[in-house]
């Protein structure tokens, strides 16, 4: 199972910015998905996640401004990032979870900055 994330970027505040993820080695549409960030000195968590079926969650932080969506046909899923914040840089990592565990993405950076 592989999992590729797309560049990240630096942006000002208040910019969109998108962020796409590319899997193999799985059979995409059985699994969840999701992002998950990790800001300087603090643990790795939830941003979004959604199902097989379309079911989507995310981090209160993030409600209204991000949305998640799955492409099954290309094997990808998609982070948007709208209304971006200082407080949103961080790493961004994909993650599955499949029946032969936990697999990550390389993480890409997102620096929201003026």
């Known amino acids: 199972v592989q999992l590729v994330e797309s560049c990240g970027a630096l942006v000002q505040p208040g910019v969109s910015l998108r962020l796409s993820c590319a899997a193999s080695?799985?059979?995409?549409?059985?699994?969840?998905m999701g992002w998950y960030c990790q800001a300087p000195g603090k643990e790795r968590e939830l941003v979004a996640r959604?199902?097989?079926?379309?079911?989507?969650e995310y981090a209160d932080s993030v409600k209204g401004r991000f949305t998640i969506s799955r492409d099954n046909a290309k094997k990808m899923v998609s982070l948007q990032m709208n209304s971006l914040k200082p407080e949103d840089t961080a790493v961004y990592y994909c993650?599955?979870?499949?029946?032969?565990?936990?697999?990550w993405g390389q993480g890409t950076q997102v620096t929201v900055s003026s």
């Open positions: 993650n599955t979870e499949t029946n032969v565990g936990t697999t």
């Open positions: 080695g799985i059979i995409f549409s059985m699994y969840s």
């Open positions: 959604i199902t097989s079926t379309g079911y989507t």
